[in-house]
């Protein structure tokens, strides 16, 4: 089955940059989402079709794709970004949803 | 603004069928634009898509639960369901319902706040 690779944990301080990487064979045929989850809430979107960001996300969320990889970049971090980040893409025929293990941010 | 909720029993015995229902407010569920899903995560690990429905009565299962889930719709009342047969306690989660779009994507937003299910006797 299609999986998507994320480390399990990223430690920055604050206003530090951190970077969150997630890898799948497919990402260059599939876009890439990304999902953030504070404790005992619901997950929230941060980033679609790559490096999109909806309405409401703080512009210091950023993403990118090179090739199998996509990257969620979140620029000077703040203490309220320690949270689980997610990816989230599809299998190469787009009908198989599949989320990646999941990132621990830390801010340090 | 479209909003979901999930609902249904909090506790399921071995061996027996979880059923929940996501009811959708502020929008039409048969808008034809969008598919509606179910996905869960376990305490403490990570998100596990289920499967999802169009409106149309369409669905995609995950192929390692497929043979145990069933989702349907009730434009009617403008809910959507999950039927998850045989369950065990690894089948114990907060389960989650949302919506992605039906082109140019697969993301989730919204998402319901999400349900707590566990599975024992």
């Known amino acids: 089955s299609y999986e998507l690779t994320q480390p399990p944990s990223v430690s920055v301080s604050p206003g530090q940059t951190a970077r969150i990487t997630c890898s799948g064979d497919a990402l260059p045929k599939q876009y890439a989402y990304w999902y953030q989850q504070k404790p005992g809430q619901a997950p929230v979107l941060v980033i679609y079709k790559d490096s999109e960001r909806p309405s409401g996300i703080p512009e210091r969320f950023s993403g990118s794709s090179s090739g199998t990889t996509v990257t969620l970049t979140i620029s000077g971090v703040q203490a309220e970004d320690e949270a689980d980040y997610y990816c989230q893409s599809a299998d190469s025929s787009g009908t198989f949803v599949v989320f990646g293990g999941g990132t621990k941010l830390t801010v340090l | 603004q479209v909003q979901l909720q999930e609902s249904g029993p909090g506790l399921v015995k071995p061996s027996q069928t979880l059923s929940l229902t996501c009811t959708v407010s502020?929008?039409?569920?048969?808008?034809?634009?969008?598919?509606w899903s179910w996905i869960r995560q376990p305490a403490g690990k990570g998100l596990e898509w289920i499967g999802r429905i169009y409106t149309s009565g369409s669905t995609n299962y995950n192929p390692s639960l497929k043979s145990r889930v069933t989702i349907s719709v009730d434009t009617s009342k403008n809910q959507f369901s999950l039927k998850l047969s045989s369950v065990t306690a690894a089948d114990t989660a907060v389960y989650y319902c949302?919506?992605?779009?039906?082109?140019?994507?697969?993301?989730?937003?919204?998402w319901g706040q999400g349900t707590l299910v566990t599975v024992s006797s």
């Open positions: 949302a919506r992605s779009p039906r082109a140019m994507g697969n993301w989730f937003d919204p």
């Open positions: 502020g929008g039409s569920i048969s808008s034809g634009s969008y598919y």
